[in-house]
Nanobody
Framework: QVQLVESGGGLVQAGGSLRLSCAAS????????MAWFRQPPGNEREFVAA????????STADSVKGRFTISRDNAKNTVYLQMNSLKLEDTAVYYC?????????????????WGQGTQVTVSS
């Protein structure tokens, strides 16, 4: 079984930065694609960014493009989400996802393994 452990969340002022980490451990992941999703208060979970650990190819949601960057360190089995210029609307629980079964990287139904989530709160 694989475990995904997120870290790096917290409270930050608008305009600030945070870096989230997602460390994978256990069995080999079925897919090279890993992603970040988020669930704002009272809203559905939404796609943020994804990366192929094999090629480094990335995909980023329009709402965070230019502010958030996804990256990976294969030696550490870790994926990162660098979040800059944070806005109040970025407040959410951020989830790491893996074991993507093909198709659209932004489709959360395609991911079979999820982390427990880490809270990011942006204050004014």
């Amino acid at each position: 079984q694989v475990q995904l452990v997120e870290s790096g969340g917290g409270l930050v002022q608008a305009g600030g930065s945070l870096r989230l980490s997602c460390a994978a451990s256990g069995r080999t992941l079925y897919s090279s694609v890993m992603a970040w999703f988020r669930q704002p208060p009272g809203n559905e979970r939404e796609f943020v960014a994804a990366i192929s650990r094999r090629t480094g190819t990335t995909s980023t949601a329009d709402s965070v493009k230019g502010r958030f960057t996804i990256s990976r360190d294969n030696a550490k089995n870790t994926v990162y989400l660098q979040m800059n210029s944070l806005k109040l609307e970025d407040t959410a629980v951020y989830y790491c996802a893996a074991d993507q079964s093909g198709g659209s990287w932004s489709d959360q139904e395609k991911y079979r393994t999820w982390g427990q989530g880490t809270q990011v709160t942006v204050s004014s």
